[in-house]
């Protein structure tokens, strides 16, 4: 690997060879075709959800956050996190939604967001998880839902895409500076591969909830999950 390519930019490397090994779609209908207002307030309810967890899991690591720096950055995107689950109950409230207190994750969900990205012994782990292997994929799947959803979500994800970005750049900032020796850049590594798999086990249990409500068909490709 050339030197001019931080550590950083190697794990995203090796993250989107990761995905691009990912079996294909097969171009079906499930992604292409727009959303049947159900499923919109289904997608809706898990991106409130995961805000809402994000907010409060960056809240915690604050209290834990030694670096100056990524202190401040960190500080930053709770409040980010925290005005995009709003953004996302305007947008269920606008369809009659006005709480998911009642809305159910999947376990997988619960693994990967309740569980795993708050998990994480410092900083560097942290962001390594979450806003670099989640931050990233959930960029992705925002581009690829834009496609199948109407105008004032897709105004709502145009406010939050820029700001994902933004905490993608926390993590670039603070893995480069903080995780320098091998045993730094092996738990960093690690914790990637690990948000990876577990990503894509919610991009599974997302089809089956799906299917379960009567919204997909079991054949369908697995959708996109933001992250
Ligand atoms: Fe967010
Ligand atoms: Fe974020």
Known sequence: MSELVSF??????????????????????????????????????????????AAQFIGRWLSDTPERDAFVLLAQQVEDEGLHYEYCMRALERRGVTSIDNW????????WIDAWYPSGDDTIERVAS???????????????????????????????????????????????????NEDQQGRVRERVTRTFDLEQAGRVAYNRRMVRLGLADSGDPTPPMPG
């Not at 159910?104 to 693994?111: L, V």
Request: charged letters at 30%; glycine letters at 4%.
């Open 8 to 53: 950083y930019d190697s794990l995203v490397d090796e993250l989107e060879t990761m995905r691009a090994a990912l079996p294909p779609d097969e171009g079906g209908s499930f992604f292409n075709r727009p959303m049947t207002e159900h499923e919109l307030v289904e997608w809706l309810s898990f991106q409130a959800y995961y805000e809402m967890r």
């Open 130 to 180: 979450h806003n670099l292997a989640g931050e990233l994929g959930a960029c992705n799947a925002f581009v690829e839902i834009k496609t199948r959803v109407p105008d004032d979500v897709v105004k709502t994800l145009d406010r939050i895409i820029p700001d994902e970005h933004f905490h993608m750049r926390i993590a670039n900032t603070i893995i480069d500076k903080y995780a320098t």
């Open 104 to 111: 159910r994750p999947e376990p997988e969900w619960e693994e």
